[in-house]
């Protein structure tokens, strides 16, 4: 196999948290002592803290890597690593080949400069030649959309124009290697678009990619692998699938002694392998579950709610109000549950939970935690949260 374009080999690194250093009495004995300190991964000085722990992986050509994580997980902080802003305290960071990144869109423009003067400005600090963004310039500026006010001064650009411009040079690149940091919100909807397609050409093309982002539908759409990372608890990678519902879920055990929930399967229809990949906008999907109680739950219903990952609610039902009636859950059992629904749903990462209740609540409800977790595909049909399905009837005048 090729050398991957990549190699994140052991890599630690640490902070310290506020000024290091009152005066030079501390600052002079600090440095000798670093002098001869012999770095050991354990090692930590008060005020001093891990942001990254024994983080290892690499990525090949044509291979995109996402990154995710809760905030502080050190995802920005393997980025830098990667464009050398920051040197691990421990382990190797190494990229080869051409290098671009798509981390601060307009970082590198000058708010009293036109937009063409920034281009050029933006596409040298990337390590494009003159004559290359001459070249490609137009396409820049058509693929930003920002046509009209391209000798403008950026100050008077609104901070969607910076981004679109920002990403339309990065986007204009030939890179070897691509490192991304959550910039795909940039723009409306029909700009996004153009991002991602931006992005599957350089893939199809044989770029290595590391993607990190908080969006789970984009890592499912544009990833071959996903590397969590996890404050305190050591990083994990593996496909898409797992490593995204392990983020949605925050326990994968039962959230109460009573009842132990012995399988969560997701599956298309009624049946067949795992849920792996994002789902149209109204697929049927059915939710698996064992359930084995600890102790004896009579006249039970079970209550499910669906979150999306930002937090909003988009359902909360039961299976009584389903009109399905009550049932006796006995202890040692072990019971097979399966629900059936409709993702009337648009674009996002959604989570299920549930929990266990008594019909006239003479138990307290049982929590089942989260339960499973589904992508709905990214669509440019509609917008907003739910899928309604409009049906459109137009006559035309009589006589027309």
């Given amino acids: 196999m090729a050398e991957p374009r ?13 000024e290091p250093h009152d005066s030079l009495r501390d600052l002079l004995p600090a440095m000798a002592a670093a002098l001869f300190r012999k770095p050991h991964a354990d090692a930590l000085e008060s005020e001093e803290f891990w942001a990254l722990r024994d983080v290892s992986f690499d990525v090949h050509d044509g291979e995109t890597l996402g990154i995710i994580g809760r905030n502080g997980a050190g995802k920005s902080t393997t980025l830098k690593l990667l464009t050398r802003i920051l040197k691990p305290t421990l382990g190797r960071s190494e990229v080869r080949g051409r290098v671009g990144a798509l981390i601060e869109l307009a970082a590198g423009f ?12 933006q596409g040298a600090i990337m ?55 959550e910039v795909l919100a940039v723009g409306d909807l029909s700009f996004q ?33 996903v590397l969590y990372l996890r404050p305190g608890a050591p990083p994990q990678t593996g ?19 009573r009842v132990a929930v012995t399988e969560r399967k997701m599956t298309r229809g009624d049946g067949g392998p795992d849920l792996m990949e994002p789902v149209p906008p109204g697929t049927w999907l059915t939710l698996h579950l064992a359930v084995r109680p600890q102790s004896d739950l009579r006249r039970a219903g079970l209550a499910l709610l669906f979150h999306r990952a930002d937090g909003m609610m988009v359902f909360n039902g039961s299976s009584m109000l389903d009109g399905v009636p ?10 097979h549950i399966q629900i059936t629904f409709r993702t009337n749903l648009l674009r996002g990462t959604y989570a299920i939970s549930g929990h266990l209740f008594e019909e006239n609540r003479r138990w307290p409800a049982v929590e089942l935690g989260v339960l499973g977790s589904f992508v709905v595909a990214e669509t440019t049909r509609a917008g907003g949260v739910a899928d309604l399905e409009p049906r459109y009837v137009i006559h035309e005048p009589a006589g027309a």
């Fill in 6 to 18: 990549i190699t994140f080999d052991h890599v630690w690194k640490k902070f310290r948290r506020g």
């Fill in 110 to 121: 000058h708010p009293d400069l036109t937009g063409r003067e920034n281009v050029f400005l």
């Fill in 127 to 181: 390590g494009m030649r003159r004559r290359e963004i001459e070249g490609r310039f137009d396409e820049i500026v058509e693929f930003a959309g920002i046509g009209d006010f391209i000798d403008t001064q950026v100050k008077r650009y609104s901070s969607g124009m910076q981004a679109r411009l920002g990403f339309s040079v990065a986007a204009h690149l030939d890179p070897d290697v691509l490192l991304i940091d």
């Fill in 239 to 257: 496909s898409v699938g797992d490593m995204v519902t392990a983020y949605v879920t925050t326990d994968s055990s039962s959230a109460d002694a």
């Fill in 326 to 335: 009550p049932f006796d859950l006995m202890t040692g059992q072990e019971w």
């Fill in 193 to 225: 678009q153009k991002c991602y397609e931006r992005l599957r050409e350089f893939k199809r093309s044989g770029v290595a990619i590391a993607f990190v982002s908080h969006n789970m539908q984009a890592i499912s759409m544009l990833c071959d692998r």
